[in-house]
């Protein structure tokens, strides 16, 4: 008869055996539909394979067939939580290439706009990357928060998530007339709690000790593999679309670009909790300034671009987001090719997580901060 | 660096490239030397493209063109770089890992959705699509009845 039971002996003395798992692509911490593919031996992560395309839908191929102002639409559907920013892009994109000058009015608020969004996405970003953690609590303070800055979109834009606000030559409507009051209300509010999220999450050991040296990414890597946002911050990338190429009303305001130099995970997460109080900042500098004016400038009903490339690039929650169009001189554009963050954000999974523990790549990409609808476009 | 003095440097250092202003500085390399000539550009101190933003495909009906948008992260310049690849039959390129890394990914979409190989790339699968598909989407005579209405 076959012996059953190994002896104590035996498991101490046995290699570690090779596995092939798949992460996803229904995984609570992948946050929607990604599916990596491990090679582990016993915990440690050996080779990551992300495999994508769960969701393509083709955004760049329908954009072929659809006119300028209907591409803004889709552009929503990319990096949701970045749509307002994802919009701008198309929008400064139509409105350089007809040399369109678009009201002051416009572009403070879309640049407050922005800001929300940014604000809106990071504390979305913190308290998921505290759950993957395993700090239930963050997700509730988060959610919280969230849901103010969300209904001031909605009583202005109209929607919560997804606004397609702006349109080419301005924005849809004007602001609402108590806009201003709830934002200066919510700066207000938010200064005090934001303490309360370092609080909670920053200083707390556990937490340190599963961030702090995992995931070390250096800056020759992040420029290398196009890592931007905050997680190429985190490694001392200078990659802000904001400083480097100011567009709407950046230009006018005063603000940081906050860098770290370590690279590790607990850096992404710094780089981000910097970034909300600096877009309070901005906030404050532009909220009280709104220039009276027109909300749009009028624009003929079929826009069609003049023939050639162009490139327009935003500072979306997550990095650089770039629209490249090639034009040929009809109300369709010929290449719509998207410059997603998340997608060059994901390649650089595998050379940061090789060789740690299979928890560690949990925290590693929570701080890269995916979404996966933005990667699969 | 000026747009002017851009264009002076890279045609000193590429003399069979031609420049162009146009939103950005425009540069125009054969196909054959892409590797080489954008290893010049990502080299030299004074212009050092070290950061690809984006590699674009096109189908230019007869042939396919690839854009390279590069940035300078010090410098903080940025240029586009075209390059046409004639054969459409069996479309080739040099891959650009050796310089950048953010081509693994980028390079197998380009190859996913436009089927151009990339010579010396380490990984050329799909990305986005089934190993099974058949057909590049992203070029202009990609026939699909039953998910692409015609109007």
Not at chain 1, 267 to 285: D, F, G, P, T
Not at chain 1, 299 to 308: A, H, Q
Not at chain 1, 315 to 330: C, P, Q, W
Request: with cysteine; proline share 4%.
């Amino acid at each position: 008869m076959e012996q059953t039971t190994t002896k104590r002996e035996d498991i101490s003395s046995i290699d570690y055996q090779e596995f092939v798992i798949n992460m996803g692509p229904q995984h609570p911490s992948t946050h929607g539909v990604l599916r990596l593919m491990l090679k582990l031996k016993g915990e440690i992560v050996e080779v990551v394979q992300p495999h994508c395309g769960y969701i393509h839908r083709g955004i760049e191929k329908m954009c072929e067939h659809i006119t300028y102002p209907q591409t803004i639409h889709l552009t929503d559907r990319l990096d949701y939580l970045s749509a307002h920013m994802n919009n701008e892009a198309v929008c400064l994109l139509v409105e350089n290439a007809l040399q369109i000058e678009v009201p002051e009015r416009v572009k403070y608020i879309r640049t407050i706009l922005d800001e929300l969004t940014r604000l809106a996405s990071h504390q979305l970003w913190w308290c998921a990357f505290g759950m993957d953690m395993g700090a239930l609590t963050t997700f509730f303070y988060g959610l919280r928060d969230r849901e103010k800055i969300l209904d001031i979109f909605e009583k202005t834009t109209g929607s919560r998530l997804i606004q397609s606000f702006n349109v080419p030559g301005g924005l849809m409507n004007d602001i609402h007339k108590d806009f201003q009051k709830e934002v200066k209300e919510f700066i207000k509010y938010f200064r005090k709690i934001l303490p309360e999220y370092d609080q909670l999450l920053t200083g707390n050991v556990i937490f340190q000790q599963r961030t702090k040296d995992i995931g070390i990414l250096t800056k020759e890597d992040a420029i290398n593999f196009g890592v931007t946002g905050p997680s190429g911050r985190g490694s001392g990338f200078s990659c802000d679309v904001r400083k480097i190429a100011p567009y709407s009303a950046y230009p006018y305001v005063k603000f940081e670009e906050k860098l770290q130099t370590k690279g590790d995970t607990f850096s992404r997460y710094m780089v981000r909790m910097h970034e909300m109080w600096e877009s309070m900042n901005i906030l404050e500098q532009l909220i009280d300034n709104i220039p009276e004016g027109t909300h749009a400038v009028k624009m003929k009903p079929i826009i069609k671009l003049p023939e050639g490339e162009y490139y327009q690039r935003v500072e979306a929650s997550r990095g650089e987001f770039g629209v490249h169009v090639i034009s040929d001189g009809n109300k369709t554009p010929y290449r719509f090719k998207l410059r997603s963050p998340n997608f060059m954000n994901l390649s650089v999974m595998h050379h940061i997580s090789r060789n740690h523990k299979i928890a560690d790549l949990i925290a590693i990409s929570g701080s890269l901060d995916l979404v996966i609808p933005d990667i699969d476009r | 660096m000026t747009n002017e003095q851009l264009i002076q440097k890279i045609s000193s250092l590429l003399p069979n490239a031609a420049c162009q202003q146009k939103q950005y500085v425009t540069v125009k390399v054969a196909a054959a030397d892409i590797l080489q000539s954008i290893k010049v550009l990502k080299e030299n101190a004074d212009l050092f493209f070290d950061y690809l933003n984006t590699v674009t495909g096109i189908d230019q009906k007869n042939s396919f063109g690839l854009s390279y948008i590069l940035t300078s992260s010090t410098h903080r310049h940025t240029i586009i770089v075209n390059t046409t690849i004639e054969n459409r039959e069996n479309p080739e390129i040099e891959s650009l890992y050796p310089l950048y890394k953010t081509c693994d990914f980028q390079e197998r979409e380009i190859f996913d959705l436009f089927g151009i190989n990339f010579k010396n790339h380490p990984d050329m699968r799909r990305i986005f699509l089934s190993d099974d598909w058949v057909g590049y989407p992203l070029r202009k005579d990609y026939v699909d009845e039953v998910n692409i209405v015609q109007r």
